[in-house]
């Protein structure tokens, strides 16, 4: 499986019904637990305990689960190595203080509408 998604029940079931598998996360320690799993055995195919994990080169998480991984995530984001981490917008939609893709562009090229 290429994706793999970590977050709210209700989208861990939306995301299945597109075809990506996923697990929900209930609180940061499950959090850490899931994306330790998926990163330390990402290349091995023994031992994986949740299914679709193998062989998954990009990890959907939602903000509030990488606001709980915190450093670990920002470590791993650094390390160049797969999977490759994407943030999405939880249920109750965008975080406080977080930007959108596009106003992180903007800002990056200097667009200022």
């Given at each position: 499986?290429?994706?793999?998604?970590?977050?709210?029940?209700?989208?861990?079931?939306?995301?299945?019904?597109?075809?990506?598998?996923?697990?929900?996360?209930?609180?940061?320690?499950?959090?850490?637990?899931?994306?330790?799993?998926?990163?330390?055995?990402?290349?091995?195919?023994?031992?994986?305990?949740?299914?679709?994990?193998?062989?998954?080169?990009i990890l959907i998480?939602?903000?509030?689960?990488?606001?709980?991984?915190g450093d670990t995530l920002i470590q791993w984001q650094l390390s160049d190595r797969y999977p490759l981490i994407v943030e999405v917008p939880g249920m109750m939609g965008k975080l406080p203080g977080r930007k959108t893709l596009v106003e992180s562009i903007r800002e990056a090229i200097g667009i200022h509408v």
């Amino acid at each position: 499986m290429d994706y793999f998604f970590i977050g709210d029940p209700e989208l861990v079931t939306a995301f299945r019904f597109v075809g990506i598998g996923g697990t929900a996360a209930a609180n940061a320690d499950e959090a850490r637990d899931l994306f330790r799993q998926i990163t330390e055995n990402w290349n091995e195919t023994a031992g994986i305990v949740l299914p679709g994990i193998e062989g998954c080169r990009i990890l959907i998480i939602t903000e509030e689960v990488a606001d709980w991984l915190g450093d670990t995530l920002i470590q791993w984001q650094l390390s160049d190595r797969y999977p490759l981490i994407v943030e999405v917008p939880g249920m109750m939609g965008k975080l406080p203080g977080r930007k959108t893709l596009v106003e992180s562009i903007r800002e990056a090229i200097g667009i200022h509408v």
